[in-house]
């Protein structure tokens, strides 16, 4: 008799669920309305949901070493805007791509992914792998790639390693977190918001 393995992706129904509504809440929007934002010291729209591309991107592919080569363009992603605040000005389209390709991952992963593995532990990231995933990144944002290797190695931190479900646990709560922030500058600016039940 074989023994019936239980995948992780019916106890994340929802997250599916909330992609589908925050990805309708950016695809219609024009470039100014992803410029919007609740104050000048905040981040934009767009800034916001490029972020949320690249945690998935980070957590899922490049510490997990779940997908393929072509997510590597989307672990760092945001460095312009967490590094130095820098709007990268994708459009919907693009962010609307990259929420869609790093959903997919995590999808494809969860399906995978049984209760079992969620003990598993990853390291902490050292300077050479920081470096490495540094050098991977698009022309446009070496400098921001190597102010945040610098800052690294300037803080001296040593983070601890995490469990699977604590990435997993990570991204969701980021996404919800991050999504919220996109839904209230929508709101603000009386435009349709990221729906909930």
């Given at each position: 008799?074989?023994?019936?393995?239980?995948?992780?992706?019916p106890?994340?129904?929802?997250?599916?669920?909330y992609?589908q509504?925050?990805?309708?809440?950016?695809?219609?929007?024009?470039?100014?309305?992803?410029?919007?934002?609740?104050?000048?010291?905040?981040?934009?729209?767009?800034?916001?949901?490029?972020?949320?591309v690249?945690?998935?991107?980070?957590?899922?592919?490049?510490?997990?070493?779940?997908?393929?080569?072509d997510?590597?363009?989307?672990e760092l992603?945001?460095?312009?805007?967490?590094?130095?605040?820098?709007?990268?000005?994708?459009?919907?389209?693009?962010?609307?791509?990259?929420?869609e390709?790093?959903?997919?991952?995590?999808?494809?992963?969860?399906?995978?992914?049984?209760?079992a593995?969620?003990?598993?532990?990853?390291?902490?990231?050292?300077?050479?792998?920081?470096?490495?995933?540094?050098?991977?990144?698009?022309?446009?944002l070496?400098?921001?790639?190597?102010?945040?290797?610098d800052?690294?190695?300037?803080?001296?931190?040593?983070?601890?390693?995490?469990?699977?479900?604590?990435?997993?646990?990570h991204?969701?709560?980021?996404?919800?977190?991050h999504?919220?922030?996109?839904?209230?500058?929508?709101?603000?600016h009386?435009?349709?918001?990221v729906?909930?039940?």
């Amino acid at each position: 008799m074989t023994e019936h393995q239980l995948s992780l992706l019916p106890f994340y129904a929802g997250w599916g669920i909330y992609q589908q509504r925050l990805v309708a809440a950016i695809a219609p929007l024009t470039a100014e309305q992803l410029a919007l934002r609740n104050t000048p010291q905040h981040w934009s729209i767009g800034m916001y949901a490029t972020h949320i591309v690249a945690d998935r991107a980070w957590w899922f592919h490049a510490r997990m070493g779940e997908g393929s080569a072509d997510l590597t363009s989307l672990e760092l992603w945001d460095l312009g805007v967490c590094e130095a605040g820098v709007d990268p000005f994708h459009t919907a389209a693009e962010l609307v791509a990259g929420l869609e390709k790093t959903w997919q991952l995590i999808q494809q992963t969860l399906a995978r992914l049984t209760p079992a593995d969620l003990e598993q532990v990853f390291p902490p990231l050292d300077d050479a792998e920081r470096v490495r995933h540094a050098k991977l990144v698009e022309p446009a944002l070496q400098p921001f790639a190597q102010m945040w290797v610098d800052a690294a190695r300037l803080s001296g931190e040593v983070r601890p390693p995490v469990s699977l479900q604590w990435i997993i646990w990570h991204v969701l709560e980021h996404d919800i977190h991050h999504g919220s922030e996109i839904s209230t500058i929508l709101g603000v600016h009386g435009l349709p918001v990221v729906e909930l039940d």
